[in-house]
């Protein structure tokens, strides 16, 4: 073959230059997990004239790394980070001396598992199995955005037995994403052994099945893997290439051993791996730069692209009019989509789907004939379904992603965790909260909404209690980059007003997240609610005002953040009543809870909520059941005030 290739891009790669550099490389991953004493060399070493090949190929360049126009590379097997740093550092991504000093070291930027933070790097992972779903995401950024660029997916082969894998191989075909390419480091071992006896799987078939493209390539000869990669590109179509690789490959005593998978090298392992190598032990300078580190908590230094939404004038609704939350949403979307969709200037808003799409109102976006080309519906598939809109999310889109919550948050925690990590900018629509949703049961009464979301740092939630705080809510997370959940019920709700009958989040009024709002007002007693329960809560404001007794009813729309005046004021005046449609243990009430533990203030706080799994029934009958019911919380409010 040639001695070098063109690429395009003005770029030439000359592989006798590659395979010098996979001698260096190969040196760089033993010393920097020899000096951390962690990490893992083994498939970094398989994977290494993969990422040489591709990060040489593609159009990437270390001087402008976040070019819009750059070609995206995801590693979904994170582990592999040796091997990613140190073709980064030859090639001037990033600073080698730097990962080689620092690499897994306790503040530092160089962490186990790749993160996004690092220049040349698309996508924090670790989790295995989610990198194509997140290499579909930014292919289709890439088709809203009109910016032509091609991802690879650099992935493992024993991940391939994940069933997101398959969701995202199918999702691919559907909606013919055909600027991707897949690169699978065959080396056939995974931590435990051998993948045939671990968990068999036919990958070759199972792409070809779905109706990808499937070439096999020696995973370590540079000119065949240009060749197969250049090829790909151009196919216009989903392509994998398979590529047959050795674990440890360049060092004999380590290949084909499962025990380097995830195991720094002993000292005198490390010296003879050298010896072979040809390499100079150069760990002094580094272990000596490693002990002057001074750690710190690295800040997450991302690129954030800028959001351009035109929210438009937030529709209004009167008491009496037939809309419940769904319908406020789907309405709102809908508006959205036609002041951005297409429009110059405009941040593009997507929305998906996991077929759910009448239920959870996104289908009323999808039959818009201008934004059905920014639908996209995934079908029985949520893990793969939340990874791809966090990833399309962070690249300059606004998605919004909608489904009842046992699914949009309870089945993908994990995915919305790495969103949360990957500093996205997902728009979650949780539909079907709390006992609300009545008969379908337990299995789809989704009480742990707040508990799960307060697990994750970056994640803000929104719990509008009516259709006109909904709508201002929607159009509130689209114009603000960052992971917003926006939680609603099943069933219908009335419009909130205030004391002359007017509509309390009408016109005039503009969401603030954290803000509390005042309901009603009174002196004896607060009642904290939000969502589906509040207009509850004003029918036992209503019960107990019939008989003189005057509380105040406060609505908390942001649970996971509320301002905390309010909540205070509310301690000065007396008993406090946290009133919710979630489990008591890890809801609103441990929120409050919590501000005046902060505070040492001692109140008298009732935490009513969900306090077991409830049977299937209708949504009253398992509010009586769990003690919420507008009168029960009455009845309390009277006992404990006398």
């Not at 040639?2 to 991953?29: M, N, P, Q, T, Y």
């Not at 995206?72 to 000093?101: A, C, D, Q």
């Not at 690169?183 to 070809?208: F, K, L, R, T």
């Not at 934004?371 to 791809?388: C, I």
Request: negative net charge.
């Amino acid at each position: 073959m040639d001695s070098s290739c063109s690429a395009g891009w003005g770029k030439d790669v000359d592989f006798s230059r590659l395979r010098e550099l996979a001698r260096l490389c190969r040196g760089d991953i033993l010393t920097m997990t020899n000096i951390a004493g962690s990490g893992h060399p083994g498939g970094s070493m398989s994977s290494l004239d993969i990422y040489l090949t591709l990060f040489s190929v593609a159009n990437v360049d270390p001087k402008n790394p976040y070019d819009p126009a750059r070609d995206r590379i995801v590693v979904s097997h994170g582990h592999t980070s040796p091997g990613v740093y140190s073709v980064l550092g030859r090639l001037g991504f990033i600073s080698k001396e730097e990962v080689l000093s620092l690499f897994r070291r306790g503040g530092s930027p160089y962490e186990g598992h790749v993160e996004r933070s690092i220049p040349g790097v698309e996508w924090t992972t670790g989790n295995l199995g989610q990198g194509l779903s997140a290499g579909c995401g930014f292919a289709l950024a890439s088709r809203l955005l009109g910016i032509p660029y091609h991802v690879f997916v650099v992935m493992s082969d024993a991940e391939q037995a994940k069933g997101q894998v398959a969701e995202a191989r199918r999702f691919a075909i559907k909606h013919e994403i055909n600027n991707i390419t897949v690169i699978i480091d065959y080396n056939e071992i995974q931590i435990s052994g051998s993948v045939h006896d671990v968990m068999p799987v036919n990958i070759a078939a199972n792409y070809a099945s779905d109706g990808w493209k499937v070439m096999e390539v020696d995973g370590h000869d540079h000119e065949a893997l240009c060749k197969a990669i250049l090829e790909a590109r151009d196919l216009h179509s989903p392509v994998v290439i398979i590529a047959k690789t050795t674990i440890g490959k360049g060092v004999s005593f380590m290949e084909g051993k499962e025990e380097y998978h995830g195991r720094a090298l002993n000292e005198d392992e490390f010296q003879k791996a050298l010896k072979e190598l040809d390499v100079s032990d150069y760990r002094n300078g580094y272990r000596k730069k490693r002990e002057e580190f001074v750690p710190e908590m690295p800040e997450a230094e991302v690129p954030i692209p800028s959001i351009n939404v035109d929210v438009g004038t937030p529709f209004s609704y009167r008491p009496g009019d037939k809309i419940d939350n769904r319908a406020a949403f789907g309405k709102a979307l809908v508006d959205l989509g036609k002041r951005n969709c297409g429009k110059k200037g405009h941040t593009p808003i997507a929305v998906f789907d996991c077929d759910l799409a009448d239920s959870v109102r996104t289908g009323w976006f999808s039959r818009e004939k201008d934004l059905a080309p920014y639908f996209f519906e995934a079908g029985v598939a949520e893990h793969n379904a939340a990874t791809v809109a966090g990833s399309l999310s962070s690249q300059g889109v606004v998605a919004f992603f909608g489904d009842f919550g046992v699914f949009g948050i309870d089945e993908v925690y994990n995915q919305q965790r790495l969103n949360d990590i990957n500093h996205a900018n997902i728009k979650l629509i949780l539909t079907h909260l709390g006992l609300d949703v009545g008969q379908d049961g337990k299995t789809h009464h989704c009480i742990d909404y707040i508990g799960l979301l307060r697990n994750l740092f970056g994640f803000r939630l929104i719990l509008p209690a009516d259709a006109n705080q909904m709508d201002r809510a929607v159009r509130y997370v689209s114009e603000r980059y960052g992971n917003y959940a926006i939680g609603m019920g099943r069933s219908s709700q009335p419009i909130i007003t205030d004391l002359e009958g007017e509509p309390l989040f009408g016109e005039g009024y503009s969401f603030k997240y954290g803000a509390i709002d005042l309901v009603r007002e009174g002196g004896a007693a607060t009642i904290i609610s939000y969502g589906q329960m509040l207009h509850r809560a004003v029918l036992a404001w209503e019960a107990l005002k019939k008989e003189g007794i005057e509380v105040t009813v406060l609505n908390c729309s942001s649970p996971l953040h509320p301002e905390e005046g309010p909540l205070l004021e509310a301690a000065e005046r007396g008993p406090v009543f946290v009133y919710e449609d979630h489990n008591a243990f890890t809801g609103l009430g441990c929120v409050v809870g919590g501000v005046y533990l902060k505070h040492r203030i001692s109140v008298n706080l009732h935490c009513l909520g969900v306090s077991t799994y409830a049977p299937s029934g209708e949504p009253e009958i398992l509010y009586q059941l769990q003690g919420l019911a507008p009168e029960q919380l009455a009845e309390r409010i009277r006992e404990e005030i006398g």
